[in-house]
Every structure is written in structure tokens, then in C-alpha cells.
């Protein structure tokens, strides 16, 4: 029997123990509420996680081809702008 695999943000929710400075909590349960506690540290650790495998991929892509141009990044900004205001996830920059 194997087990499920799961990607960044799917699966059934599992219980773990975090420890964090009781600032950060207070200013957590400020923000959100306590109800909405758990939510905001998934959705932050998951905009962590995937910002880790970008910064992996860009200095592994990087690497093999060399720096990205000017050019490049600006149309990679305008893509990153476009498809995360469609996801409601990050507001397009000005």
C-alpha cells in the first residue's frame, strides 16, 4: 500500500505543533482572529514554500544559462502580475 502524495496546499489537514513568539501569535489572532489562526499560517508557509522553489529554480535555471536580462525579468514581473491578480492572491504592481 502506498502512500498519497500530495502537492504544496492539497491533502486533508494534519495536526502538527508550531512554536511561535507569543508577538507574532498576538499579532496573528489581531489580524485574523482566532478562528482563522491555522488558515493564515498554512497560507504562509505555503507562499513560503513556494517562493524557496522559485528562488531554487532561478538560481538553478541561472546557472545553466546565465543571468537573466532586464528584459527578462520585466516580462517575467508582468506574467507573475497578471497570473497571480487572476488567482486573487497577490495584487498587480503599479
Known sequence: MSEASYSIGEGPATRVSLSLPEGTAEA????????????????????????????????????????????AQERARKVFDEVFAEEDQWPAAS
Open 28 to 71: 496573528i489572532r489581531a489580524r485574523v482572529g482566532k478562528r482563522e489562526f491555522s488558515a493564515f499560517i498554512a497560507a504562509a508557509v505555503e507562499r513560503e514554500l513556494r517562493g524557496q522553489i522559485l528562488d531554487e529554480y532561478l538560481a538553478d535555471y541561472e546557472q545553466r544559462k546565465g543571468p537573466l536580462s532586464e528584459q
